[in-house]
């Protein structure tokens, strides 16, 4: 813990103080939020590896009763457990990666907490995660779904306009035409992309730190805590999104070595190629879930930084870091 405090609070941060506040926090806590973000990952994983089990099961189970549709029977009857237990593991995944957050705001804040108290607390709101995900998936389904409706709408006026212009040069404009639409629909995609992702950015953060809060409640808090604010969350979101960058390129190009090597030893026509690829699939599949390990505690704590500078804005909390 700490040995001391600042207890005299801040001005509102930047953007760029944003992120260096929550590379700080991540630094000086990363044994722990490592370790959370370990088991975070670990959950989401299981129902994979359930999935890998209960395939080989079925398999012995079809070749030793000689009825490849008794091992097909007892597929499909795992696989409903496995759903069941996917998305159980999946809101416990939820629920340790909204830990590190939690953890985060009361380090940014100069609050203390047992570690495993703040561990109850939010494992008893797992199910309320996995909502507020769920609700966040609609939200921007729905969003887009509209999008994509006026887009048509907007492609077939704007066709109908081009092919009654006629004359000569009606081809140059119809082309010029879809040209500019393209264009400015384009920019559109991409400002709707960068400003629903502000306002949602970190839905599940209140839900993580208030207590009395629901999932919808989480959502709409965010919301309106980003009302005015969603260009700076955006110039957050680039920021944190260059400083991860290296690990993510990192993260591609190291899983793509164990692939290329294992089948560059096996020929092309050789019985094995099914299993080699599923193996060198799986590799590279490890070695990029460990590298984005180091991504996803730095990402939980800019939101943490974030929920915590956006209610320094609107409800003048002081900004207290706590000395190491």
Do not use: H
Request: aromatic share 10%; net charge positive; proline share 2%.
């Amino acid at each position: 813990m700490a040995s001391g405090s600042r207890s005299s609070p801040t001005e509102p941060l930047s953007v760029g103080n944003v992120v260096s506040t929550g590379f700080q926090l991540y630094r000086a806590n990363a044994k722990q939020y490592l370790g959370i973000a370990l088991i975070s990952v670990g959950w989401s994983l299981l129902p994979i590896l359930a999935m890998i089990i209960l395939a080989i099961v079925a398999v012995v189970v079809g070749g030793a009763t000689g009825e490849p549709a008794a091992g097909i029977g007892f597929f499909v009857l795992a696989f409903v457990v496995v759903i069941a237990l996917a998305v159980y593991c999946f809101a416990k995944s939820l629920a340790n990666s909204a830990l590190i957050s939690r953890l985060a705001f009361l380090e940014i804040s100069n609050q203390s907490e047992d570690f495993l108290a703040a561990r109850r607390f939010v494992d008893s709101r797992k199910w309320s995660f996995l909502f507020t995900q769920i609700l966040v998936g609609l939200i921007v389904a729905g969003v887009f779904i509209a999008f994509y409706v006026v887009l048509a709408i907007l492609f077939a006026a704007t066709a109908t306009a081009a092919a009654r212009l006629g004359g000569g040069g009606g081809d140059l404009r119809v082309t010029a035409i879809f040209a500019l639409l393209i264009f400015v629909l384009v920019i559109a995609a991409l400002v709707l992309f960068l400003w629903l992702g502000a306002r949602l950015f970190g839905a599940e953060v209140p839900l993580a730190v208030e207590a009395q809060s629901s999932a919808s409640q989480s959502i709409g808090r965010f919301w309106n805590l980003t009302k005015g604010n969603a260009r700076r969350v955006v110039m957050v979101l680039l920021v944190a999104v260059l400083v991860t960058l290296p690990i993510g390129v990192l993260s591609q190009l190291l899983a793509s070595i164990p692939q290329s090597i294992i089948e560059s030893g096996v020929a092309s026509g050789s019985a094995a190629v099914s299993t080699i690829a599923l193996l060198s699939g799986l590799i590279s599949y490890a070695v990029s879930v460990l590298l984005n390990l180091l991504v996803i505690p730095f990402w939980q704590v800019v939101k943490s930084v974030v929920y915590y500078d956006l209610r320094n804005r609107r409800e003048g909390l002081g900004l207290q870091l706590r000395e190491r």
